[in-house]
Nanobody, 122 residues
Framework: QVQLVESGGGLVQAGDSLRLSCAAS????????MAWFRQLSGKDREFVAY???????YYDDSVKGRFTISRDNAKNTVYLKMNNLKPEDTAVYHC????????????????WGQGTQVTVSS
């Protein structure tokens, strides 16, 4: 049974940093392409960052230079380090395992975590 569990969210001020974690079980993150998406209530889930099993990384332009996706194979965990947070980064952040096709499309992800709330005050 595959399970993804996100943690690390919280309420911070603009300019602060957070590190989100996505602990995986039932899959090996070292052999998986993984991503972070975020979602506001009533809105579609939007792409944030992606890491391939070979370690290549891709980012949405809105977070490039501020966010870093990484993984720890020994802990079977994917991370999202978020620096210089802005109020517009406020959302529920979800990690997902990519199954193929465009990594930007949410329907190409078979497994999702429940999400962790990030709130950035101005």
């Amino acid at each position: 049974q595959v399970q993804l569990v996100e943690s690390g969210g919280g309420l911070v001020q603009a300019g602060d940093s957070l590190r989100l974690s996505c602990a995986a079980s039932g899959i090996a993150v070292s052999a998986s392409n993984m991503a972070w998406f975020r979602q506001l209530s009533g809105k579609d889930r939007e792409f944030v960052a992606y890491i391939t099993w070979t370690g290549e990384t891709y980012y949405d332009d809105s977070v490039k230079g501020r966010f870093t996706i990484s993984r720890d194979n020994a802990k079977n965990t994917v991370y999202l380090k978020m620096n210089n947070l802005k109020p517009e980064d406020t959302a529920v952040y979800h990690c997902g395992r990519h199954n193929g096709g465009s990594y930007l499309a949410t329907n190409n992800y078979h497994y999702w975590g429940q999400g962790t709330q990030v709130t950035v005050s101005s």
